[in-house]
Structure formats: C-alpha cells, structure tokens
C-alpha cells in the first residue's frame, strides 16, 4: 500500500502556510510558470535552475549538497512521486500526494463528518471541522491536466458542505470541462429539490452522482447505514435528481447484511429505478468500522458467487449498466465478466502468494491492502 502522506526528515521551508504545486525535472519550463512547479534534483547539477517554487529530492546526499529555499527531501516510502503529480507541502515538512498523474484514478476526500454511521463505514465519521479538505481539493482542480479522463470526490459525506460542494462542482466545470467526476454521496441532501437544481444549474457535462443503496426492504437499508428514514430520502434524492436528468449511479456493497436481499434490491431498482446511469454491486473492504463489525458482516465471496451471478442477470437483463467491483477473478463466476471491472485503487491494491504463477493475474482486480491484512476469501486459487 502507498502512503500518500510523508513527513520529510530534512527540509529547509519559507513557506507562510501550505503550498500545493506540480512535481516537475523540466528545467526549462518558461519562468512565469515555474513558480507552480516543485524541481525535482536527481544528480549532482551543477547549476540550478533558479525560481521554482519549490526544490524536492529523493537523495540525502543531493539535499546535503544543496541550500535551496523550500527544499525537501522526500521520505523513502514516497519514492513513487514522478513529474506531473501535485504535492501539498507544510512549512513543518509535511508532504501529501494529493493527486497522481500516473495513476488510473484519484479521489479526493472531502471531509470526515458524515450524517451516517454505516455499519461497514471504510471511513468512519469524525465530528471535528475539517473545511480545509474541500479548500485542497479546489486548489487542487486548479492544478490537474485538463487531459485527466475522471476523477472522485467522497468523504464522510461531501454534501454537508451543501452550496460548498456545489462551488467545488463548478469549478471542475470550469478548469476540468472534459474530466468525468464522480460524487461518492449517500443522496439524501438532494431529497431537497432546491439543492438537486443547483447541481444541475453548476452545469459539469460528466457528473455522476453515486449514491448507495443497501436493500429494497426500508427497514434494513437504515439500518445498514444506521440512520432513520435514509431509505426515503434517498430514493426521494435519486429521483428528484433523475428528473433534471442528472447521471446517478447506484452502489451497493455486499456483505452479509446485503446478501439475502441483493437479488430483490437488484429487482427493485429494475422495476423502480431503470432509468439510473450504473449499478456497482461492490465486494467489501475490511477497514473503519467494518475491523470492528467483521463477524456480522464478514461473508466468503466464494460463497455468495451463484447470488452475485443472479443480481448481474438481472441488472443485465434490464439492460442497466452494471459493474462487479472489488472482487477477485477466482471468487465470481464465469458469467459475470463481462461485467467485471478491475477497481481496486493502485495505492492500495496487492496480490497475495496464491496469485504469483495465475495465469489471470493481469485480468484479476487483486485484493485492498485491508483485505490481504485482516480477511479475504478461503478459495483463492491460481488459474492454470
Ligand atoms: C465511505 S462512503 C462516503 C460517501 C457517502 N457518505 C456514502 O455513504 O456513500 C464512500 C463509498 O464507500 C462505500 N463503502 C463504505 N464502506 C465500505 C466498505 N467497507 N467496503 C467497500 N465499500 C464501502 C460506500 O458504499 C460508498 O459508496
Ligand atoms: S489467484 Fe490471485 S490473481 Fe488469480 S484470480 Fe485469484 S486473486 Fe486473482
């Protein structure tokens, strides 16, 4: 797993506050732009380039070789840093990866506060004020290559910002216009139609709205995500959204609080729900409260694969765009490929010994660090 946060052990900052900027080893970017660019030092130079923003080398013995402003030298475990990613820097030496070029997708989270307190939460809820998120995330937009095919944002949940999020929204519209974005959200602020048209009025071309929901039975989807009436607020949220023809999708993790039902909530966002974007039916990751909840959550994705063939033929057959996340090839049938997508975040995604000499390894989606760490599946199995 990467870490994407890093104390730098040596550092010389004139930083006021933070600093976000873009890794670069182009020293002859045009002076008016290099003070967005951190340089990066790789060998003994002889000159450096001056004017940059900031100066950042993977080498003790380069850092000990030179005296430039704002210099760091980045931590070992952080050695995965390449031109183009952006860096959040403190003047204490903190160092934040907060968004890599080369990697298929990055999220950004946008808070910790949260109005749920879902049984499996990856990202327990955290009540202290933490507005200095969103205010990364913006300065971050104005940073990514407009080429970046989409991007997340999630939490806690990202709509108590309420007009906040949708600023941040208008903001990708405006610096990222052909950068698909994705809004992890548990859809009930949008239960207000106000809010719903002020989605729609921040006017993203590729927004998708993705919106979890546990079970068609009201009862045990709030209790899933332990909160009274979120079932009807949030089916009243994808609708009022469908009607101004947002994207939304639908998630759905399956643990074995989701299991019995999956099949019948499939059927029921078929019957009800047809016109979303995507359903995500998603295996589970064993971090935040799930660790604790493990026993009454924890089912062998080996075990349900017949029920998740079932819940894909169905969304299938209504011709709903589904996809299987989070699970592992050798843990699914054969039908439900097509509909297999490889989702498991790079920082965080691994193989274990079992999976060396697959012969489907590249195809295989692998496990979350978490996974490997606490509990997968009993029949992991190379393919010949
Ligand atoms: C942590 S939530 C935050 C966004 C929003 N508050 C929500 O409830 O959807 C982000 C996504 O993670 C999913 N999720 C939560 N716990 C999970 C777990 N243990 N494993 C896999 N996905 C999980 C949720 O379904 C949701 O789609
Ligand atoms: S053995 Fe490993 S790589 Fe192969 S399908 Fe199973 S989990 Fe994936």
């Known amino acids: 797993m990467l870490r994407l946060r890093g104390q730098s052990k040596e550092y010389q900052s004139n930083f006021n506050e933070d600093s976000m ?14 003070q967005k660019y951190a340089y990066i030092i790789e060998d003994e130079e002889k000159e450096i380039p001056k004017n940059f923003g900031a100066y950042v080398t993977f080498d003790n ?33 903190h160092i934040w990866a907060v968004f890599r070029e080369s990697a298929r997708y990055n999220t950004f989270l946008l808070t910790e506060r949260c109005n749920h307190y879902c049984l499996m939460c990856s990202q327990p809820p955290k009540s202290r004020e933490d507005s200095w998120l969103l205010d990364i995330a913006k ?77 068609d039975v009201p009862e045990l989807h709030d209790y899933v995500v332990q909160s009274e009436d979120a079932f009807d607020e949030t089916i009243k949220g994808i609708l ?9 999708e639908i998630r759905i993790v399956i643990h074995k609080q989701t299991i019995d039902r999956l099949v019948k909530t499939c059927e029921y966002i078929a019957r009800n729900l ?21 026993d009454d959550l924890w089912i062998d994705p080996y075990e349900y694969k017949d029920i998740l063939s079932e819940a894909v033929d169905v969304l299938n057959r209504y011709k709903i ?10 843990t699914v049938n054969d039908d439900v490929i097509n509909n297999y997508v490889h989702s498991i975040s790079d920082w965080k995604n691994e193989y ?33």
Not at 277 to 287: N, R, S
Not at 376 to 381: A, G, M, P, T, V
């Open 21 to 34: 900027l873009i890794l670069s080893s182009d020293k002859n970017l045009p002076d008016p732009l290099k």
């Open 61 to 93: 013995q380069i850092f000990a070789l030179n005296n430039e402003n704002n210099f760091y030298l980045i931590p070992d475990y952080m050695n995965y840093l390449l031109p183009g990613d952006i860096v959040n820097f403190k003047s204490d030496g």
């Open 139 to 215: 300065k971050a937009v104005e940073l990514i290559p407009r080429s970046t095919q989409r991007i997340g944002f999630s939490g806690g949940e990202p709509t108590i910002y309420k007009e906040g999020l949708i600023d941040l929204i208008e903001k990708c519209a405006g610096y990222l216009p052909y950068t698909g974005i994705d809004i992890l959200t548990n859809g009930r602020a949008f239960a207000n139609s106000e809010y719903s048209k002020m989605l729609q009025n921040a006017d993203h071309k590729d927004c998708m709205i993705c919106i979890p929901l546990y079970s």
């Open 240 to 248: 009022n959204l469908k009607a101004l023809n947002q994207k939304v």
């Open 274 to 294: 047809l016109f979303v974007d995507h359903v995500a039916l998603m295996g589970l990751e064993i971090t935040g409260f799930t660790r604790a909840n493990l």
């Open 321 to 330: 765009p589904a996809s299987v996340y989070n699970h592992q090839l050798c």
């Open 352 to 384: 274990i010994t079992e999976c060396k000499n697959c012969s489907k390894r590249h195809e295989c989606g692998g496990f979350f660090s978490s996974q490997v760490l606490y509990r997968h599946s009993d029949h992991i199995k190379a393919f010949e």
